[in-house]
């Protein structure tokens, strides 16, 4: 989703429903691409990652899809939970440099019992 | 293992004062990373040192200044504190550079009155 102002985009969803977040990058050179979670008052923490040799990646109740045509990459959560509420981002490495992400503003996942 | 760990958790401080925020991983990671993060603008680079005795300018480099001291350690020093600066700070360090999973810790949430 896009940020407007302050304001994060949120997605609200049921106890055990699917929750789809969804990522538009900026540079079609990017080769790597992460999902994080940060909860509040923590750090970011890693979910997935994924290359861009790969158009999807699974791990434990998440999947990473990434579509370089539209330049986009969503992260989809099976049977979401409570623990799951947060702020989620993406980060790409943009190419030149090796050592730089570049974060996207991040989606609030509220998940209601 | 602990991780990356952050010092202080909580700073506030007054126009012009300095101050220096430590971080310390013991991952043995080579580089590492001091972001800001403040409301609708996501994670945004300061500095980062892609290994021991190198440092470089990330997005938002000026007013700040990193050490790094040894392979664990890289600090973030503000020499004369702005308003500008109230942020919250994260460190993270990483394996093998922007193209592996950082790793963060719980930042330091630094007010400037």
């Known amino acids: 989703g896009e940020s407007v102002g302050l304001h994060l985009p949120t997605l609200s969803v049921q106890e055990g429903d699917n929750s789809i977040i969804n990522c538009a990058y900026s540079n079609s050179a990017s080769d790597y691409f992460i999902w994080y979670k940060q909860e509040s008052g923590k750090g970011p923490q890693f979910i997935i990652d994924i290359r861009s040799n790969m158009d999807k990646r699974q791990g434990q109740r998440v999947t990473v899809l990434l579509n370089k045509t539209v330049k986009h990459l969503s992260l989809q959560i099976a049977a979401t939970q409570p623990g799951d509420s947060a702020v989620y981002f993406c980060?790409?490495?943009?190419?030149?440099?090796?050592?730089?992400?570049?974060f996207g503003k991040g989606t609030l996942l509220t998940v209601n019992p | 293992n602990a991780g990356v760990t952050q010092t202080p958790k909580f700073q506030v401080l007054k126009t012009g004062q300095s101050m220096t925020l430590q971080c310390a991983q013991d991952?043995?990671?080579?580089?590492m990373y001091w972001y800001r993060q403040d409301p609708g603008m996501g994670l945004r680079l300061i500095y980062y040192s892609a290994s021991e005795g190198t440092t470089d300018k990330g997005e938002v480099p000026n007013g700040y200044n990193v050490s790094r001291l040894n392979k664990r350690e890289f600090s973030l020093r503000l020499e004369s504190a702005a308003p500008s600066q109230t942020s919250v700070y994260f460190c993270?360090?990483?394996?093998?550079?922007?193209?592996?999973?950082?790793?963060f810790g719980n930042g330091t949430r630094l007010t400037v009155t």
């Open positions: 991952m043995n990671h080579n580089s």
């Open positions: 980060a790409e490495n943009s190419g030149g440099s090796n050592y730089k992400l570049t």
């Open positions: 993270a360090s990483g394996s093998t550079g922007g193209r592996s999973p950082l790793h």
